[in-house]
């Protein structure tokens, strides 16, 4: 397949330059010639070699004088990593924690690839005479690029913030404590900020949360499921001094003695805020397995109805 670079183009109406503007808003309608439309589209279905495709990714280095760390790929903050972990129960590294993460993060690798050229034509406006026209398609390649890269920024942080912290989602609509480029995803400022609203909430559910009696009607205190109270007296028993105090364990459930803990799933939300904490409670500590566990042999104390 010939470069288009390298083509000529016999007909000038075919050629990119000849565009006209519409009359309203400053359209540009051009045509693209039947050769650079045949390679356009062969790239397209065939792609290119790793060869042919990493000359093109190293072919444009750009440095900007502002906003350096602009074109660097952030990396997830290893305090949201850390809470990941204990979300999934995993102990998968950084980049294969989320699998969606793992997707958007390779995209964004390649948005950065799209960019350097147009940069590189950017820079290039004023040194050399070109139309307004020309000006016009730059510019808009780099605002088009730069609302693909913002989507997909916000897309990966609110995948992250969906799975360890749902009802902080709202911060991201703060574009004050968002970093502008640079290693992390969030940022110190957006990680204070989350740290200062989940204090708040969980002090205005323990705040509203109701209170309960210290007393029991005068005869005794009733404590994390224990109740205090005087026991009949008894002849010779272990209780007979009426004036002593005993603890009389009182289980929630008389015929359950396991499982019992995700029957009080509405009650812990009242406590925490934190999905973990509340996912564990009602559906309980899920293992992850190298592989499924298969048993060879039968225990000697299996009871097996025939």
């Not at 519409?22 to 045949?38: N, T």
């Not at 356009?40 to 792609?47: E, I, N, R």
């Not at 088009?144 to 009802?167: F, G, K, M």
């Not at 406590?271 to 566990?293: C, K, M, N, R, Y």
Request: aromatic share 8%; net charge positive.
């Amino acid at each position: 397949m010939s470069d288009p670079d390298q083509s000529s183009d016999s007909s000038s109406s075919s050629s990119s330059s000849g565009s006209d503007s519409s009359r309203g808003g400053g359209v540009k309608k051009f045509r693209l010639s039947s050769e650079k439309s045949a390679t356009l589209a062969g790239w397209v279905v065939s792609g290119l070699d790793d060869t042919r495709a990493k000359s093109a990714r190293e072919a444009f280095r750009p440095k900007l004088k502002k906003n350096a760390d602009l074109l660097i790929n952030p990396n997830l903050d290893e305090a949201f990593y850390i809470r990941m972990k204990a979300v999934k129960s995993s102990s998968a590294a950084k980049a294969n924690i989320d699998p969606i993460e793992k997707i958007y993060r390779n995209q964004t690798f390649k948005i950065f690839d799209l960019v350097k050229p147009i940069l590189f034509l950017a820079s290039r406006i004023k040194k050399k005479k070109k139309s307004r026209a020309d000006a016009k398609a730059v510019k808009t390649a780099l605002k088009l690029w730069a609302v693909v890269y913002h989507d997909i920024t916000n897309a990966r942080r609110r995948n992250i913030l969906a799975q360890i912290y749902p009802q902080n989602i709202g911060l991201l609509d703060d574009k004050a404590i968002l970093p502008t480029g640079g290693e992390h995803l969030f940022g110190p400022k957006f990680t204070q900020a989350l740290v200062e609203q989940v204090k708040t909430l969980n002090a205005l559910e323990t705040a509203g949360a109701p209170r309960t009696s210290g007393s029991n009607g005068g005869h005794g205190q009733r404590q994390s499921g224990r109740s205090f109270s005087n026991p009949p007296a008894s002849p010779g028993g272990r209780y007979s001094n009426p004036g002593s105090r005993y603890v009389q364990t009182i289980l929630a459930f008389h015929d359950s003695f396991g499982g019992r803990i995700a029957r009080f799933a509405s009650e812990w939300s009242k406590l925490t805020l934190d999905p973990w904490i509340l996912s564990t409670v009602s559906q309980g500590l899920q293992l992850d397995f190298i592989s499924e566990p298969v048993q060879f042999f039968i225990p000697p104390n299996a009871c097996i109805d025939t």
